[in-house]
């Protein structure tokens, strides 16, 4: 079986994984390159987009209260992982709503197709 962790020369571990992503799964990490962590947040967001998008079209929710419900999630989500999961201090970054509109409209477009795919595809006889 593949280990994730090996020893290095002093006998401390060492991770597989790329150290962006160590880091975005650590608590309180340190991000010396500040545009490391704001690509964490916007793939991140693009990835429960397209998932958020396909348990809306499963479910199925209709209308403006999937689009206030994504927007509401995607928000404390973010929002909670910056200051209480990363405890990063948002005036580095130029306040909490950079962090906030990091990548939103390309998740929302993303979480739009594919709602509306996924929805169409599973409710609608054609």
Same mark, same amino acid.
């Given at each position: ?50 998932? =958020? !998008?396909? /348990? #809306? ?10 689009? +206030? ?5 995607? @928000? ?16 580095? =970054? !130029?306040? /909490? #709503? ?10 929302? +477009? ?5 709602? @509306? ?10």
């Amino acid at each position: 079986m593949n280990q994730r962790k090996k020893s290095d020369k002093n006998g401390s571990e060492k991770s597989d994984l790329p150290p962006v992503l160590v880091r975005m799964i650590t608590p309180c990490s340190s991000w010396p390159i500040k545009d490391e962590f704001l690509d964490v947040i916007y793939w991140t967001r693009q990835i429960l987009a397209v998932l =958020f !998008g396909i /348990i #809306w079209g499963i479910i199925p929710i209709q209308g403006i209260i999937g689009i +206030a419900l994504y927007c509401l999630l995607n @928000i404390v989500i973010f929002y909670s992982y910056s200051t209480n999961f990363q405890h990063v201090d948002d005036e580095e =970054f !130029g306040g /909490i #709503w950079e962090l906030l509109k990091e990548g939103f409209m390309t998740a929302f +477009a993303c979480f739009l197709v594919t709602w @509306i795919v996924v929805y169409s595809y599973l409710h609608f006889d054609g």
